[in-house]
């Protein structure tokens, strides 16, 4: 079968199916988000609670970045960003998880042995360095070892700030559920 990264170029449309999951830098982010909403009404009655929820409002993603693989057998991943305003998007962006079929214009092509730095994907205001982000979630490990619930399992190390090429950049027009 041929890789559709050779038959493709910027410009062209796509429809593709696959599994859809969220970037793990996003997936780690907005568990953070959700981990600071959990406990701000602990600090309700004390100082600091304006700046818990400056943070939480900071983290809270207005874009989400999916990845998809294809059914076939290709080494090829797909990468959409998607707005996540209700006029856009009519679930919550964790929905937007599993079986899916992306329709859109291919933005960019990396081919392989390139990689795609995920972290670029966040907004300005949430790109950090690999190193601070590594630090921070890995805080938040060590609460996870202690009985609280931090995410979904997430497994966040220095390989989820990458994605291996061959990957193709898609400007999603419609995002749907197979059926």
Not at 14 to 42: C, H, R, W, Y
Not at 116 to 135: A, Q, T
Not at 136 to 143: A, R
């Amino acid at each position: 079968m041929t890789d559709p990264i050779d038959q493709l170029q910027i410009g062209e449309f796509i429809e593709i199916d696959g599994t859809v999951s969220l970037s793990p830098v996003e997936s780690a982010l907005s568990s953070l988000v959700d981990l600071v909403n959990q406990f701000k009404g602990l600090f309700s009655e004390q100082a600091g609670t304006e700046q818990v929820t400056l943070l939480a409002n900071l983290l809270k993603p207005k874009n989400a970045t999916v990845i998809l693989k294809p059914y076939n057998d290709v080494s090829t991943s797909f990468i959409a960003s998607l707005n996540l305003t209700e006029d856009n998007l009519f679930a919550e962006h964790y929905e937007i998880e599993g079986e899916f079929t992306i329709f859109g214009r291919v933005r960019k092509i990396t081919p392989e042995p390139g990689k795609v730095e995920l972290i670029k994907f966040l907004p300005g205001k949430l790109r950090m360095k690999e190193d601070d982000m590594l630090k921070l979630f890995s805080g938040f490990n060590d609460i996870s070892n202690h009985g609280f619930s931090f995410g979904n399992g997430i497994d966040f190390d220095e390989k989820s700030f990458y994605l291996d090429g061959p990957v193709i950049e898609i400007s999603p027009i419609a995002v749907y559920q197979n059926s």
